[in-house]
């Protein structure tokens, strides 16, 4: 079956400019949960998402948002770039969301200049 | 919340030797531990998990022993190649209430030939 899929896989944005990403999640998977990658930070937690609720949020600014629609498809979007959003964001599909095996998509590289 | 610290964050060894990663927890409600490896430029992807009422778990060349009263685990790769240079990243899962994976910071695994 077909992986997880993220789009765009790569993106240059400017300061104050707003972005979405997008993942679409293995066929079944009702939770996604999003990351974001940095050398000096590792994984950190972004939100996580379970049949349009979204039932956790780790600790971002509120410049970070997400949505989750009917087919399990999530989007996340950054507004009012910042420098230090330059990353890697990584969406994980599974199937309930805790204690199951979370699939990872190869992720969103976002540069912001 | 949960915080996830991995040790060591480089290791080099030479092909053939043993390889072994550690990482403490936090949470003492923590009940789900999986091993992701990431390739340069790749997603992350499980290796191998481990759920709290286990003590030890192995498949091949790598194993993941738990203990729980001391809040560590602990992955090792036996008789390393140099296919398993990788950043490997250990991860918590808190409670079916929590939704998300707790991750360590990583450790870059390097197998001399």
């Known amino acids: 079956k077909a992986g997880v899929t993220q789009t765009p896989r790569y993106l240059i944005k400017t300061r104050g400019q707003q972005v979405t990403l997008s993942c679409s999640p293995i066929s079944g998977h009702r939770s996604v949960s999003w990351y974001q990658q940095t050398p000096g930070q590792g994984l950190q937690f972004l939100f996580e998402y379970f049949s349009e609720t979204q039932r956790n949020k780790g600790n971002f600014p509120g410049r970070f948002s997400g949505r989750q629609f009917s087919n399990s498809r999530s989007e996340m979007n950054v507004s009012t770039l910042e420098l230090g959003d330059s990353a890697l964001y990584l969406c994980a599909s599974s199937l309930s969301g805790f204690n199951t095996e979370a699939f990872f998509g190869q992720g969103t590289r976002l540069t912001v200049v | 919340g949960e915080n996830v610290e991995q040790h060591p964050s480089t290791l080099s060894v030479q092909e053939g030797d043993s390889a072994v990663i550690k990482c403490t927890y936090s949470?003492?409600?923590?009940?789900?531990f999986p091993w992701y490896k990431q390739e340069l430029g790749k997603r992350p992807q499980l290796i191998i998990d481990i759920r709290s009422n286990v003590g030890e778990k192995k498949d091949q060349r790598i194993a993941v022993t738990l203990n729980k009263t001391a809040k560590h685990f602990s992955l090792h790769i036996t008789e390393t190649q140099p296919e398993d240079s990788a950043v490997y990243f250990c991860?918590?899962?808190?409670?079916?209430?929590?939704?998300?994976?707790?991750f360590g910071a990583g450790t870059t695994v390097t197998v001399r030939a």
């Open positions: 949470d003492s409600a923590s009940n789900y």
């Open positions: 991860a918590a899962s808190i409670s079916r209430n929590d939704y998300k994976l707790s």
